[in-house]
């Protein structure tokens, strides 16, 4: 059979930062979703295990749910008129019809598998989660299609004091993490459902009376789901929000004392903070407490941080009704707020490069990297593969990024030695023992730790 290979440079012509034109190479991601590049993962790797240390600090479980769920959930749960519903979400219809979506956020689902596996019934849990989310944006820096969140979700505490412990946690991340002044705290209170129902009928009058100055998106908004008017991002329309009645004019009394209380814990936590009236974030599900953590290093992707209570949820779900708090970060925006000098820079190079020339060297190196290994469990050791003269090899072994080439040649292989060539130090090359040579690297990594 004849095969004709043609090489194909990718259709792409890139007409801005972030606009490209028809993409159709195999070898091209999925517009909006991009690869985290083994460069990039020692910054993820250490804000992910800051953020374990974290949640274990304040005794939180982790929870998985699947990245599936039936698209009526999240219809239910995050509300038919928002962003993420009506635009955002990847739903498709499986083999059998049913109609499922790729999470666009974690609450969601974690509602759904509290009440599903029974953990939600007359008890507290404090759970987090992390993993991707989907969701069919416009990409720009700090927005994609998939992305990644860290979140927390409490259950079974209506009080303020667990709003504020959920605060408070945040802000003891940004000071690990060593972003505390690059992000500010706002904070509101959505008041109750009954509450917001009193406010939104003010709010239609007002909008009403308005109309003409209501771009399209806010004239659909109008009736059905008029609060998502005051999140629109749209400048034309911020004097017109700006104007509207405020909801904590509209608040319930006891929603009053509760986020009173907040702002005091708050306060005694010495976590400052600014109240934004006109924070009602972006899904229907909230109730009283609201937050975001903002920062003005990201643009219009501002937002690393968003939380609040969501009372209604369990319950509107077909659970027993159970208050209900937690946040969401987002990863991506939070990487590119760490600084550099954050992340323990070499952790990953191997301490060790093991060189193997000829058969037997072969053989008695693969029992003495795995015995390495059992004796040594802090030791990384990259053992050659592929063959090669010993030229070739130390210079893989220097190019690896590892200490010390552990060469193990024919000679070496019958007298029961291993030859160590220090490679960033001008050192003289030993003669090691094999039988020694675990203690040996265990006193040299001592060294390098010291
Ligand atoms: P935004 O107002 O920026 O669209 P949002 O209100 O939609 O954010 P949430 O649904 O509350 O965001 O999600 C919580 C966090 O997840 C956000 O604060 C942000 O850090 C992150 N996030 C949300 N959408 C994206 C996305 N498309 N790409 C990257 N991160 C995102
Ligand atoms: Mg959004």
């Known amino acids: 059979m004849l095969r004709v290979f043609v090489s194909v440079p990718p259709r792409r012509i890139q007409t801005g930062s972030w606009r490209y034109t028809e993409v159709s190479a195999v070898t091209e991601a999925i517009r909006g979703m991009k690869d985290i590049t083994p460069d990039e993962t020692p910054k993820w790797q250490f804000v992910e295990r800051v953020f374990r240390q974290l949640v274990a600090s304040y005794a939180y479980r982790e929870i998985r749910m699947p990245v599936l769920e039936k698209t009526e959930l999240f219809k239910r749960s995050i509300g038919e008129v928002t962003d993420i519903v009506e635009k955002e979400m990847y739903t498709f219809d499986d083999r059998n019809g049913d109609s499922l979506t790729l999470?666009?956020?974690?609450?969601?689902?974690?509602?759904?598998?509290?009440?599903?596996?029974?953990?939600?019934?007359?008890?507290?849990?404090?759970?987090?989660?992390m993993g991707p989310m989907f969701r069919h944006e416009r990409p720009q820096k700090g927005r994609y299609r998939q992305f990644h969140q860290l979140g927390v979700e409490v259950f079974g505490l209506a009080g303020p004091d667990i709003d504020a412990e959920l605060i408070l946690m945040t802000a003891r991340f940004w000071e690990q993490l060593?972003?505390?002044?690059?992000?500010?705290?706002?904070?509101?209170?959505?008041?109750?459902?009954?509450?917001?129902?009193?406010?939104?009928?003010?709010?239609?009058?007002?909008?009403?009376?308005?109309?003409?100055?209501?771009?399209?998106?806010?004239?659909?908004?109008?009736?059905?789901?008029?609060?998502?008017i005051l999140d629109s991002k749209n400048p034309d329309m911020q004097v017109l929000i700006a104007g509207a009645p405020k909801l904590t004019e509209h608040l319930d009394s006891e929603s009053r004392e509760h986020f009173a209380r907040l702002c005091e814990l708050l306060d005694a936590?010495?976590?400052?903070?600014?109240?934004?009236?006109?924070?009602?974030?972006g899904l229907d599900y909230y109730s009283r407490t609201v937050f975001e953590w903002i920062t003005d290093q990201l643009g219009a992707q501002g937002t690393?941080?968003?939380?609040?209570?969501?009372?209604?949820?369990?319950?509107?779900?077909?659970?027993?009704?159970?208050?209900?708090?937690?946040?969401?970060?987002?990863?991506?925006?939070?990487v590119s707020v760490v600084g550099d000098h954050m992340v323990p820079g070499t952790d990953y190079l191997p301490h060790a490069y093991l060189v193997r020339i000829g058969a037997s060297a072969e053989v008695r190196g693969l029992r003495l990297a795995e015995e390495?290994?059992?004796?040594?469990?802090?030791?990384?050791?990259?053992?050659?593969?592929?063959?090669?003269?010993?030229?070739?090899?130390?210079?893989?072994?220097?190019?690896?990024?590892?200490?010390?080439?552990?060469?193990?040649?024919?000679?070496?292989a019958a007298a029961g030695t291993i030859t160590v060539k220090y490679l960033r130090e001008p050192r003289a090359q030993q003669v090691v023992e094999q039988d020694s040579l675990a203690d040996f690297l265990r006193g040299e990594i001592r060294e390098w730790q010291a």
């Open 103 to 129: 999470r666009p956020e974690g609450t969601a689902g974690c509602v759904r598998a509290g009440i599903e596996r029974g953990l939600l019934h007359n008890q507290v849990q404090r759970l987090w989660y």
């Open 178 to 228: 060593g972003v505390r002044d690059a992000v500010r705290l706002e904070i509101n209170s959505l008041g109750t459902t009954e509450a917001r129902a009193a406010y939104r009928d003010v709010l239609v009058e007002y909008f009403a009376a308005h109309q003409d100055a209501l771009d399209a998106d806010s004239q659909h908004r109008l009736h059905r789901n008029p609060l998502r």
């Open 269 to 281: 936590g010495n976590v400052a903070y600014r109240v934004n009236p006109r924070l009602v974030r």
């Open 304 to 334: 690393v941080c968003a939380g609040g209570r969501f009372d209604g949820l369990v319950d509107q779900l077909g659970g027993r009704a159970t208050p209900a708090s937690g946040f969401a970060l987002g990863m991506e925006r939070l």
């Open 372 to 412: 390495l290994r059992d004796e040594l469990g802090e030791l990384r050791l990259l053992s050659h593969c592929g063959g090669g003269s010993i030229k070739s090899q130390i210079k893989r072994a220097d190019k690896s990024g590892a200490a010390l080439a552990l060469i193990l040649g024919e000679d070496e």
